[in-house]
């Protein structure tokens, strides 16, 4: 079809319509590269050949008139790429018309031809706005980020068992499905590539990324709200309650793995592969879509950081800092250019950030443990309520040892020299971990130094001690602060309470041990002093230590051993001796209260913590004559 000339009082008008749709032309087509462009270089300077070329561009007009026109937005409802062979044919009409166009624009540039052409070409754009619109529109759930981002991995299903029979066709259907579901969704991404580089390269590439972002947008958006992303203002954060926040955060730590490894992993991978013939048009585009959602939700844990800062709340700061490292190298490679910079500016503050929230808890603590001034001492020298407290505590900031070490990496708390050996890393430094749990243990342990101090009873002192010591040993056998200390330290530490239970011995039991004779010879009269002396010494050590406690039982046992292997062989070598100097003495069982089964049996009752109403040794019926 040729267009008519323009009625003579027109012609101005034309003329000028013509040289704008000249610059138009030109305008829109900067994005075009110099391969797909029609150099006037190339257009051949013969005759014959001239007229050919013409000849064929002003064919490639009137085919792409027909079929274009056949599918003009305003008259045709169908899809155009429900028909795939027709939706190619007409994709290669309208690059010929774009070939034409160039020709006209370079040799005919007043030619009524042009104008037809470029009427054309914004009724074929329209046609492919309204098919990138429905294509995006139809395909949400084939097109959403886990399927695009799972495309390349193997759909079939493994799960099939020779034995399970019943279950074969069911496998069957699901393969099925999901090859339905992968081949739907590439279709989708092929024909969405088809029509944006069509756009592009006709320069339509902004009319294209304004559909592409609206609908996409939409569907990053609508998948954070569905994961529960919200977006706070740091008033919120700072006023919420402790167990409304602990639901916010498990909530996050659930929704940014899905983010970052699906949504916007997946978002990317379609962008790249939509938008393949430009890198600046993909990098644009998925910036807009993800980069306000993706900063509100990297947000977050810096907004979490800046609230009160309390012991309890660290190992859940901790599990974010966590979840944002282990994030990292996907973070960094899915927003890796530079206009999403600010996404990885704000996931990288939250970092820097929580860890400094982390360090400054810790510093908290120690200084809590170190101020402890309370002075009430434990009844019989049992566990200190600090003990139990620190060492639950620490037990717990165990089980975070790896990212404590980077959060500490550059910060590790002093400790003096040597303090213990092992473990070490692969390059013979000691964790960083290992050091600050290590120093809160040694800060806990000078504490309790000065709390044991608060006994009257010096030997009860060291008892406490002990008892402490051993608590905080069996809490690092028995968790992961075994890895992190080492065994050198816990057989240095086992060492000390061993020699805080000797100590604890020699002091309670000296006045008993030292009642008995050292001299081979003793008169009737002396023996019966050393008995008296002995029966006193022993009754007040027995009713004072029945109340005093030992919370282990390993150590509880080894104490009542040791006791016993220091004062009963000593204590039966005596009355064996006396009892026969004493043969005739009227009375002697007032003397000759205990026999060495009966010292056995008094030392049993003791560290439990309990006192009983017949625990005094005179008014046991344990005691009997020694014949």
């Known amino acids: 079809m040729i267009l008519s000339e323009s009625p003579k009082s027109n012609h101005k008008t034309t003329s000028m319509a013509r040289k704008g749709l000249s610059t138009l032309f030109f305008s829109s087509s900067k994005t075009l590269s110099s391969s797909n462009s029609f150099p006037s270089s190339s257009v051949p300077s013969s005759p014959v050949v001239h007229k050919f070329t013409e000849s064929m561009m002003e064919e490639n007009i009137q085919i792409a008139e027909l079929i274009i026109k056949k599918w003009d937005s305003e008259s045709s409802s169908a899809s155009l790429f429900h028909q795939r062979k027709e939706a190619k044919e007409f994709l290669r009409c309208v690059k010929d018309l774009r070939r034409a166009m160039h020709f006209l624009v370079s040799e005919h540039s007043a030619s009524d031809k042009l104008v037809l052409a470029q009427t054309l070409m914004q009724i074929a754009m329209k046609r492919l706005e309204k098919e990138l619109y429905q294509i995006l529109s139809a395909n949400r759930d084939q097109l959403d980020p886990e399927s695009v981002s799972g495309l390349s991995s193997d759909g079939s299903s493994n799960s099939e068992d020779e034995d399970e029979v019943e279950f074969e066709e069911e496998i069957k259907l699901a393969g099925e499905s999901i090859s339905k579901v992968e081949r739907e969704a590439t279709n989708a991404m092929s024909d969405l590539k088809l029509i944006a580089d069509c756009m592009i390269i006709c320069g339509y590439g902004k009319e294209c990324v304004k559909i592409y972002k609206l609908i996409r947008k939409s569907i990053v958006d609508e998948g954070l709200y569905l994961l529960g992303v919200e977006k706070f203002r740091p008033s919120q954060i700072q006023k919420m309650n402790w167990e409304a926040l602990e639901h916010l955060i498990k909530n996050w730590l659930n929704a940014v793995k899905i983010a970052v490894k699906t949504l916007f992993t997946g978002e990317k991978a379609l962008c790249d592969q939509v938008f393949s013939a430009s890198q600046t048009i993909r990098e644009s585009c998925f910036t807009d879509i993800t980069k306000e959602a993706a900063i509100n939700l990297f947000r977050f844990p810096e907004l979490v950081s800046k609230s009160k800062k309390t012991p309890e709340r660290i190992t859940l700061l901790t599990e974010l800092y966590e979840a944002l490292s282990n994030l990292w190298p996907e973070i960094e490679f899915t927003f890796n250019s530079e206009s999403t910079s600010a996404v990885k500016l704000q996931a990288s503050s939250s970092l820097q950030r929580l860890g400094e929230s982390v360090r400054a808890i810790l510093s908290d603590f120690e200084s809590t443990i170190q101020k402890d001034s309370s002075k009430t001492t434990v009844p019989g020298g049992g566990i200190h309520p600090l003990t139990r407290t620190v060492t639950n505590y620490i037990s717990k900031l165990a089980d975070y040892g790896g990212v404590l070490s980077e959060i500490f990496a550059d910060s590790s708390p002093a400790l003096p020299e040597s303090y213990f050996e092992s473990p070490h890393s692969a390059d013979g430094s000691i964790p960083a971990t290992s050091v600050l749990l290590a120093r809160l243990i040694l800060v806990l342990l000078c504490k309790l130094d000065t709390k044991a101090e608060a006994y009257r009873d010096v030997s009860l002192s060291y008892l406490f001690l002990a008892n402490n010591l051993q608590f905080i040993i069996e809490k690092v056998c028995n968790t992961n602060l075994k890895l992190l ?143």
């Open 485 to 627: 200390l080492g065994e050198d330290w816990i057989v240095k530490h086992a060492k000390k309470v061993r020699q805080y239970a000797a100590n604890y011995a020699a002091m309670a039991w000296n006045k008993v041990l030292s009642s008995l004779p050292t001299s081979p010879e003793l008169s009737p009269e002396a023996a019966k002093e050393c008995f008296r002396r002995f029966n006193a010494a022993f009754e007040e050590a027995y009713k004072k230590q029945i109340s005093w406690i030992v919370a282990d039982g390993k150590l509880r046992d080894a104490l009542k051993v040791y006791i016993a292997k220091k004062l009963v062989p000593a204590y039966r070598e005596f009355s064996e001796k006396c009892v026969v100097i004493l043969s005739g003495e009227k009375n002697l069982e007032l003397l000759v209260r205990f026999s060495t089964d009966d010292l056995g049996n008094y030392l049993s009752d003791l560290f439990h913590g309990v006192a009983i109403s017949d625990s005094s040794p005179s008014s046991s019926s344990r005691g009997c004559i020694i014949r």
